[in-house]
Every structure is written in C-alpha cells, then in structure tokens.
C-alpha cells in the first residue's frame, strides 16, 4: 500500500496562526506520514519573494525529524504563479494560485500556494504606479524612490495596502529626485507592518527629501517610527527633511492617520512647504511625542484632526523667526516649544495665539515680539477658552524664559491667557528712551509661579490703558518690577501670594504726568522717588510707598514738579519706610523744594519713620517734611510720626505765612524727636 504524505501551511493571519492541510492522513501500513511546512505572514507568498518548505517526517508519537529537501522532488503545476527549486525554495512569479506536488519514496503529496501582492526589492528610479492588484506591495528594507535625473514618481492607487518589514521605509527623494502621490480620497491607503501583531516602531516610516512636491491623501500609517525619541528627531512614521542642498519637498496632508507608533507621529522640519488646504491630521497610541513641526509653518498646519493615547501628549514646535503674520491655533493637543520664537520683520508681522492653546515651553526658552523689528503679539480673547503657556520638557527646573515685548512692537495684548513657571520673569516690556514705548494690553490674565518676578516694565514699557484683571502669586520674589515711568500703568487686579508682595518702582525720577493707584500692596521706591520736569505725580487713596535706607521723595529740585499726594481718612496715602521693623530715621523723607508746583497738596497723608539725625547743614533733611517755598496750606490732615528731627522743617524764605501747626490744618505730631515744625 502507497504510504501517504501530510502536507500542512502554516501561516501568520490577521488575527493570529493557523494551519492548512491536503492530502490523506493515513500513513499506510507502514506508518510515519510526512509533513511539509511553509510559514506565510499574511497567509500568502508575494511575487518576487522567495520562502522555502521544509519536509518533515512524524513518529507514531507524534514527534518530527526533519528531512532533507533533496530527498524530496518538487513540482508546481503552474510556473507562471509559482516555482520551485531542487531544494524546495518557493518563488512567487505571478498571481494566482497553484499547486505544489511533494514526492518521495514514491510516494506524493500537494499543496496548493496563494501568490498575491507584490515584493518590491528594486530601487524606484523612475516614474511608477503600485495598482490595486498587485496589492499589498511589500517593502523589505530602506527602498528609494528617486531617479538620477529625471524625477521619479511613485503613484499609488486608491485601496492600495503597502506592508513594510522590520526596519524597512521608502526613502523618496533620496539622493535624487522623487516623489510620492497616495491619493486614497475613494479609498483608503494603508501603510502597515508586514507583520499585523506587531507594535510602534516595527518599520520606520516615510522619509521625504528635496525639492519634489508629493501628496498624502486618504492614508492610514500603523506600527511605524523608531526606538526612541531623539534630537534632531529621528524617527517617525512620515519624515519630511527640510534645507538640504538639494532643496525641500511641498506636501499636501489631507486626512491623514498614525496610530500605533514609536517615537514621533510625524516630523515635519523647517523649509518644508504645505499646500494650502491641507487639513486632519491625526496621531494616536505613540509611545513618543504626536510629532515635531516648524513654527514658520504654523499656519499651515493641518488642524481639525484627533490626538491621543500619546506617552508625551505634545506636537514638539521648532522655534525660528516669525517674520509675517501667523496665527497659532490648538490643534487639539499642547504644542511643545524646544528653541526661541522671535517675532519681527518688515512686513511688521502678528503673532496671534488663538484660544484654547496650550503652549509647553523647553528650559530657558523664550518668545520674543519686536525686540529688533516691529511686530504684534495678540494672544487669547475674552471670549473664548484661555491660552495656557507653561514649563515643558524635563530640563533642570523646568522654567521657561517668558515671554518678552521690546521696544519696536506695536500694540499687543493677552487676554484670558495664563503663564505658569517661568526662569525669570514671565512677562517682559521694554521700551528705550529714544523710541517709541510698547504698550501691552492685558485682560483677566494669572501669573503664576515666576522665578524672579511675574512681570518686568523697563524703560518705556507699560501696560495699555485699560488694563484689568492681572493676578500675580507665587513669584519667588516681587509680584511685579516696573520702572517709574511705567508704575502708573499697572492695572488693577491681585499681587498677593508672592514671596516679597511689593511692587518695585526703579529709575528713581519722574519726568512726565502719572497718577499712582492703590493695587493693594506697596510700592517698593529702591531708588528713592524724585518728581521733575514739569510733572505732576499724583497718588490716590490707600497709595503705600515704601523706601529704603539713604532715600528720599523729592519734588521740584532741579527743576519744576509737583506732587498730589491725597488720602481718606479711612484709606491715607502712606510714606513709610522699607525696613521691617522700621525705626526713626529709617530713610530720609520728603523733600518739597524751591520748584515746586503751585498745585502740590499732601492730605490725609502719613509720614513716617523719616528725617535724618543731622541739621540741613550737616547734610541731613533735617526734617520728615522739608519744605522750600510757602504755598500756603499745602500739608493739611497728615501725621508725622517717628522722625529723627523735625515733623516739618520750613527751610527757604526769611519769612513764612503759613504755620503747619495750626489746629484747622489738622496735621498731627507723634514719636518725634524734635519739634514739630522748626524753621522762620
């Protein structure tokens, strides 16, 4: 009786292993049935690709021995869809199906091969088209698609499946001139690892160089990118290298989908150009970052897709210079700022951040509007969802560089935005005293946790007139810095929670019109105050100025000022000192001299902790008030307490009319060292 042979198929399925057979099972009276194996990813063998059988020989027991292939004659019944060679090597020729026959010992067995889908392992070097029926195309190693000369094309029909082995990408443009046009619009394209079980970073991706337009429409990518993340970042399921002598590629991104990636989703780098109209791009389940993209292209971004399930939930942004208008929208997960962004150019560019963005910004790193050319800021709205900036990355301290508005931008805002965590101070405005002064427009926006102070005013730099809303906590040091020209433009809004609240005055001398408000913390005078050219410095009801040791309030020394210093009863304006506890003498005092204006009034003020231990002549103030020039009841319902010398020195004219001790003025004396008024 003929012995039979047992032919089994095992291959790797969409949804696991499983095993086909043919022939009979009856091993004849002999026993010990043969088997053949032949492991198929996919359950099919590709043309152009190669697998080999491998015979077996079972015991009773079940157990196997491998037989020599040469042992074996083997036959297809179809060459044209199949070969075999004498040592049992399989190669797909053509589509379809045939039979492969086993015999041994005369004894034989078939098998029938699904040939389907095409291995491609030539280099692309001229223009073509991977068509629906030869699907799926397989890639099994770095294949470019670029000719020498000419530029070559790789198009590929709608419902194409392209499979990648491990480690495999398409290269297009590499080393010369190619392109890549996957327009799956009626039917979806699909970038998937050969192997279905396997997870990110199975294959690496696609990877784009110079300058060659190619279009992705329509595609799914699975199971792509690389290890890990790195810097420059490297690798990611769809790779679009820009600056390279040989240019960088335009492309159209339109419905396009990464899931179950390693590394990066995408990474799109600066000189890469897309099209108008691209649009929903979507990243999910990467054991990375969503993707790496240039801000020169923000605009352009192909926002209205879905991001989740990211291991680092943020699209990594490549800082540069913004030199036109550019609005930076949410695009449903953080961006990540890893280098600076300045604003500025000709053109006098806009920098709008729409509501909803939440910005991360790398160690250090700063946003910087017109600091050398002119340009805008406009971030957030009242209307819409607030724009939150904050610390990203890992870096030591995680403390961004804030955000820094110079002397040549033009008028900007925040509103409804929040800055969190920031190296020094969060917000900056700087003007120059020979160029025009920015003014920045705030409304409802939170300061939180600065490593220096929340905001820094220097020079010329304020806040725009209607200003409100500004919340400052958790600074390490002074909720708010500003220069005294700038002092008057503080909105309203809350300075508690800091580590000093106080809010520093610098620059010493006044020399335009201001009026100071009550934002219910003092205001710190490091370098003493001094009102001058023709200004009028006015300080409203519950106003708290604080000044350290050696300094001094003057007014109209070297030339005309005058002070409006005017309290309640119940909310006096205050001249204190710094120090903590204070004592007599703590700083030098108010100073009223010979040019002042004819309008300076001090009511429902106190003075305190002021004077010098020395007369005029021995260089001191010689009183907590001194006053130059009789301008009749100018001092009315203030105390003096605690000066070293006189409450008030009248120190100028011979003669003086008004006694600043008269009962109807209302001005009161305690804890001084000397007599309340000295002087003619």
Same mark, same amino acid.
């Given at each position: 009786?003929?012995?039979?042979?047992?032919?089994?198929?095992?291959?790797?399925?969409?949804?696991? &292993?499983?095993?086909?057979?043919?022939?009979?099972?009856?091993?004849?009276?002999?026993?010990?049935?043969?088997?053949?194996?032949?492991?198929?990813?996919?359950?099919?063998?590709?043309?152009? @690709?190669?697998? %080999?059988?491998?015979?077996?020989?079972?015991?009773?027991?079940?157990?196997?021995?491998?037989?020599?292939?040469?042992?074996?004659?083997?036959?297809?019944?179809? !060459?044209?869809?199949?070969?075999?060679?004498?040592?049992?090597?399989?190669?797909?020729?053509?589509?379809?199906?045939?039979?492969?026959?086993?015999?041994? =010992?005369?004894?034989?067995?078939?098998?029938?091969?699904?040939?389907?889908?095409?291995?491609?392992?030539?280099?692309?070097?001229?223009?073509?088209?991977?068509?629906?029926?030869?699907?799926?195309?397989?890639?099994?190693?770095?294949?470019? #698609?670029?000719?020498?000369? +000419?530029?070559?094309?790789?198009?590929?029909?709608?419902?194409?499946?392209?499979?990648?082995?491990?480690?495999?990408?398409?290269?297009?443009?590499?080393?010369?001139?190619?392109?890549?046009?996957?327009?799956?619009?009626?039917?979806?394209?699909?970038?998937?690892?050969?192997?279905?079980?396997?997870?990110?970073?199975?294959?690496?991706?696609? !990877?784009?160089?110079?300058?060659?337009?190619?279009?992705?429409?329509?595609?799914?990518?699975?199971?792509?990118?690389?290890?890990?993340?790195?810097?420059?970042?490297?690798?990611?399921?769809?790779?679009?290298?820009?600056?390279?002598?040989?240019?960088?590629?335009?492309?159209?991104?339109?419905?396009?989908?990464?899931?179950?990636? +390693?590394?990066?989703?995408?990474?799109?780098?600066?000189?890469?150009?897309?099209?108008?109209?691209?649009?929903?791009?979507?990243?999910?389940?990467?054991?990375?970052?969503?993707?790496?993209?240039?801000?020169? +292209?923000?605009?352009?971004?192909?926002?209205?897709?879905?991001?989740?399930?990211?291991?680092?939930?943020?699209?990594?942004?490549?800082?540069?210079?913004?030199?036109?208008?550019?609005?930076?929208?949410?695009?449903?997960?953080?961006?990540?700022?890893? $280098?600076?962004?300045?604003?500025?150019?000709?053109?006098?560019?806009?920098?709008?951040?729409?509501?909803?963005?939440?910005? =991360?910004?790398?160690?250090?790193? =700063?946003?910087?509007?017109?600091?050398?050319?002119?340009?805008?800021?406009?971030?957030?709205?009242?209307?819409?969802?607030?724009?939150?900036?904050?610390?990203?990355?890992? &870096?030591?301290?995680?403390?961004?560089?804030?955000?820094?508005?110079?002397?040549?931008?033009?008028?900007?805002?925040?509103?409804?935005?929040?800055?969190?965590?920031?190296?020094?101070?969060?917000?900056?405005?700087?003007?120059?005293?020979?160029?025009?002064?920015?003014?920045?427009?705030?409304?409802?926006?939170?300061? $939180?946790?600065?490593?220096?102070?929340?905001?820094?005013?220097?020079?010329?730099?304020?806040?725009?007139?209607?200003?409100?809303?500004?919340? #400052?906590?958790?600074?390490?040091?002074?909720?708010?810095?500003?220069?005294? %020209?700038?002092?008057?433009?503080?909105?309203?809004?809350?300075?508690?929670?800091?580590?000093? @609240?106080?809010?520093?005055?610098?620059?010493? !001398?006044?020399?335009?019109?201001?009026?100071?408000?009550?934002?219910?913390?003092?205001?710190?005078?490091?370098?003493?105050?001094?009102?001058?050219?023709?200004?009028?410095?006015?300080?409203?009801?519950?106003?708290?100025?604080?000044?350290?040791?050696?300094?001094?309030?003057?007014?109209? =020394?070297?030339?005309?000022?005058?002070?409006?210093?005017?309290?309640?009863?119940?909310?006096?304006?205050?001249?204190?000192?710094?120090?903590?506890?204070?004592?007599?003498?703590?700083?030098?005092?108010?100073?009223?001299?010979?040019?002042?204006? $004819?309008?300076?009034?001090?009511?429902?003020?106190?003075?305190?902790?002021?004077?010098?231990?020395?007369?005029?002549?021995?260089?001191?103030?010689?009183?907590?008030?001194?006053?130059?020039?009789?301008?009749?009841?100018? #001092?009315?319902?203030?105390?003096?307490?605690?000066?070293?010398?006189?409450? #008030?020195?009248? @120190?100028?004219?011979?003669?003086?009319?008004?006694?600043?001790?008269?009962?109807?003025?209302?001005?009161?004396?305690?804890?001084?060292?000397?007599? @309340?008024?000295?002087?003619?």
């Amino acid at each position: 009786m003929k012995r039979a042979l047992l032919a089994v198929l095992t291959s790797v399925l969409l949804a696991g &292993s499983g095993c086909g057979d043919s022939g009979s099972t009856d091993p004849g009276k002999d026993g010990q049935p043969l088997v053949l194996r032949v492991d198929l990813l996919r359950g099919m063998l590709y043309v152009n @690709d190669t697998v %080999r059988v491998r015979p077996f020989e079972l015991s009773p027991n079940g157990d196997s021995s491998r037989i020599p292939s040469a042992e074996v004659h083997w036959k297809s019944d179809n !060459e044209s869809v199949l070969s075999v060679s004498g040592s049992g090597l399989l190669l797909g020729v053509g589509y379809g199906t045939a039979t492969l026959t086993a015999e041994r =010992q005369s004894r034989s067995t078939s098998i029938q091969i699904w040939v389907a889908g095409t291995l491609h392992p030539d280099p692309v070097q001229t223009s073509t088209t991977w068509d629906l029926a030869g699907s799926p195309h397989v890639v099994d190693s770095n294949l470019p #698609i670029s000719g020498e000369e +000419q530029l070559s094309t790789l198009t590929l029909e709608p419902g194409v499946l392209v499979l990648f082995r491990k480690g495999a990408s398409l290269a297009v443009g590499w080393e010369g001139h190619g392109a890549l046009v996957a327009d799956g619009s009626s039917a979806a394209i699909r970038f998937e690892a050969e192997d279905s079980l396997a997870t990110g970073g199975a294959w690496r991706g696609l !990877e784009f160089w110079g300058a060659a337009s190619s279009t992705l429409k329509g595609v799914s990518l699975r199971q792509c990118g690389g290890p890990l993340p790195t810097f420059p970042p490297d690798p990611g399921c769809i790779m679009f290298r820009g600056g390279g002598e040989s240019g960088s590629p335009t492309v159209t991104l339109l419905d396009v989908e990464i899931r179950r990636a +390693q590394s990066f989703g995408f990474v799109i780098e600066d000189g890469v150009e897309i099209t108008p109209g691209s649009a929903r791009m979507s990243v999910a389940e990467v054991d990375g970052y969503a993707g790496y993209y240039p801000a020169s +292209q923000l605009p352009r971004f192909p926002y209205g897709g879905t991001f989740g399930e990211l291991t680092h939930p943020a699209i990594i942004l490549q800082g540069g210079t913004i030199s036109e208008d550019a609005e930076w929208a949410d695009p449903g997960v953080a961006w990540f700022l890893t $280098s600076d962004i300045t604003v500025g150019g000709a053109a006098e560019p806009v920098l709008t951040l729409s509501p909803g963005l939440d910005l =991360q910004v790398e160690y250090s790193r =700063q946003i910087s509007v017109g600091e050398a050319q002119p340009a805008r800021l406009v971030a957030g709205s009242l209307d819409g969802s607030p724009v939150h900036i904050r610390a990203g990355g890992v &870096s030591p301290g995680g403390a961004w560089g804030g955000i820094l508005v110079g002397a040549h931008a033009g008028p900007s805002s925040l509103s409804n935005v929040r800055l969190e965590d920031c190296e020094g101070s969060c917000l900056g405005i700087s003007g120059e005293d020979s160029a025009s002064h920015p003014a920045v427009l705030v409304e409802n926006v939170e300061i $939180s946790n600065a490593g220096g102070r929340g905001v820094t005013l220097v020079g010329g730099g304020r806040f725009a007139d209607g200003s409100h809303d500004l919340a #400052i906590s958790g600074s390490r040091y002074y909720p708010l810095e500003a220069n005294v %020209r700038s002092a008057g433009t503080i909105p309203p809004g809350s300075y508690v929670g800091n580590g000093i @609240d106080k809010i520093v005055v610098f620059g010493g !001398e006044l020399r335009h019109d201001a009026v100071w408000r009550d934002r219910g913390v003092p205001y710190f005078m490091i370098d003493g105050l001094g009102v001058e050219g023709s200004a009028t410095l006015t300080l409203e009801q519950g106003v708290r100025l604080e000044f350290p040791p050696t300094s001094m309030l003057y007014v109209g =020394q070297l030339s005309p000022g005058t002070l409006r210093a005017v309290g309640t009863a119940e909310r006096p304006v205050v001249f204190t000192s710094s120090l903590d506890p204070p004592g007599p003498g703590a700083w030098m005092g108010v100073k009223l001299d010979a040019l002042i204006g $004819s309008e300076t009034l001090l009511e429902n003020v106190v003075v305190e902790w002021g004077g010098t231990s020395g007369t005029p002549n021995e260089g001191g103030s010689g009183g907590a008030i001194r006053i130059a020039r009789d301008l009749g009841p100018m #001092i009315r319902n203030v105390l003096v307490r605690g000066s070293t010398t006189c409450a #008030i020195l009248r @120190d100028g004219p011979s003669t003086w009319t008004t006694d600043f001790t008269a009962p109807e003025l209302g001005n009161a004396f305690e804890q001084n060292a000397g007599p @309340d008024q000295c002087g003619p």
